[in-house]
Antibody
Framework: QVQLVESGGGVVQPGRSLRLSCAASGFTFKSYAMHWVRQAPGKGLEWVAVITYDGGKKYSADSVKGRFTISRDNSKSTLYLQMDTLRPEDTALYYC??????????????WGQGTLVTVS | SYALTQPPSVSVAPGKTARITCGGNNIGSKGVHWYQQKPGQAPVLVINYDNDRPSGIPERISGTNSGNTATLTISRVEAGDEADYYCQVWHGISDPSVVFGGGTKLTVL
């Protein structure tokens, strides 16, 4: 079935690194732009980064710029988020999400269940 | 940077109409998307591009967008509508970003 499954979360000390993965299945991954969106415990949604269908363009939130890198491997139908120099305020549930249509500016029509990152 | 403002909470009795606003500078010029999130679950799209309902979303849920305010309207509210609701836009050209509103907790009395 159509789904996104995140992995790679865990507990990490401040200043360390972590790489999240998101495995896509049931659809043509290489045709879609993809986001990472996070949600701190008890808080709202916060956009992290987006990547075009071919990986040619990437945009990220100011709060993670220079520390987090979004990437993808279309041959493996997998999205990644490399998180460096982690801070306690990066603690959150990280969602992988698909953009409807072929551009980066559309709505999100598919979400994973998230992977929890705790920086402490 | 661009900001979207939502009321933290809205309460409504069953069968009544709930209206959740999303304020932003000239938001009427942008496409607004709305998501519903229930506890422990991932968000679900309920309205895209201001007023388009995805398949499976009941007609009781609708959206409008004009000027500086977008509004999500839920008619004949049911207990199952109790959730957090988020508005979202795509903003910018040279260094674009996704912006979410702070979210509104809808409580069904």
């Amino acid at each position: 079935q159509v789904q996104l499954v995140e992995s790679g979360g865990g507990v990490v000390q401040p200043g360390r690194s972590l790489r999240l993965s998101c495995a896509a299945s049931g659809f043509t991954f290489k045709s879609y732009a993809m986001h990472w969106v996070r949600q701190a415990p008890g808080k709202g949604l916060e956009w992290v980064a987006v990547i075009t269908y071919d990986g040619g363009k990437k945009y990220s939130a100011d709060s993670v710029k220079g520390r987090f890198t979004i990437s993808r491997d279309n041959s493996k139908s997998t999205l990644y988020l490399q998180m460096d120099t982690l801070r306690p305020e990066d603690t959150a549930l990280y969602y992988c999400a698909r953009v409807q249509g072929g551009t980066t500016s559309g709505n999100i029509d598919l979400w994973g269940q998230g992977t929890l990152v705790t920086v402490s | 940077s661009y900001a979207l403002t939502q009321p933290p909470s809205v309460s409504v009795a069953p069968g009544k109409t709930a209206r959740i606003t999303c304020g932003g500078n000239n938001i009427g010029s942008k496409g607004v998307h709305w998501y519903q999130q229930k506890p422990g679950q991932a968000p679900v799209l309920v309205i895209n591009y201001d007023n388009d309902r995805p398949s499976g979303i009941p007609e009781r849920i609708s959206g409008t967008n004009s000027g500086n305010t977008a509004t999500l309207t839920i008619s004949r509210v049911e207990a199952g509508d109790e959730a957090d609701y988020y508005c979202q836009v795509w903003h910018g050209i040279s260094d674009p970003s996704v912006v979410f509103g702070g979210g509104t907790k809808l409580t069904v009395l």
